[in-house]
């Protein structure tokens, strides 16, 4: 059973990263977008971050933050982070807690072996706290244009 739901409060989580220790309470007052991705420095989840920096001009003025989170370590987040240029911070959660709190961790196949792995998935929290909108099984092409167009409708 899913532990979030659109329509209800976002479950409460603290993360390092990047930017040190955040948590999503730090963010009271204005909206969030957190993006679950599989892994840093592969081809999909570098797309989708230059997607998110190339709106993110459109996402400030729009009073609304956006953080990464993936399994992979906080020196890994900032190797990455500095070599894409990526304007918002990431967030390491190597015991995966917060994926399985946001109900991310899916079953997976690479080349027909089957594993659990995070499902890109991304999260709209609006700023009283509350889940807005959510997408699963995320495209990267045009999903940060959506996530941008669903901010603006708030």
Known sequence: MSKIAVGKKAPLFTLDGTGGEWSLEDAAGGHVVIYFYPRDN???CTQEGESFTGNHAQFKRAKTTIF???ADSVASHEKF?????F???LLSDPDQKVCKLYDVIQEKSMYGKKYMGIERSTFLIDAKGVLRQEWRKVKVNGH???VLAA???L
Do not use: H, L
Not at 81 to 85: H, L, R
């Open 151 to 153: 901010v603006k409708a």
């Open 87 to 89: 304007p918002f911070e």
């Open 68 to 70: 990464g989170i993936s």
């Open 81 to 85: 982070k500095n070599k894409m240029g």
């Open 144 to 146: 940060a244009e959506a």
């Open 42 to 44: 592969t081809p999909g």
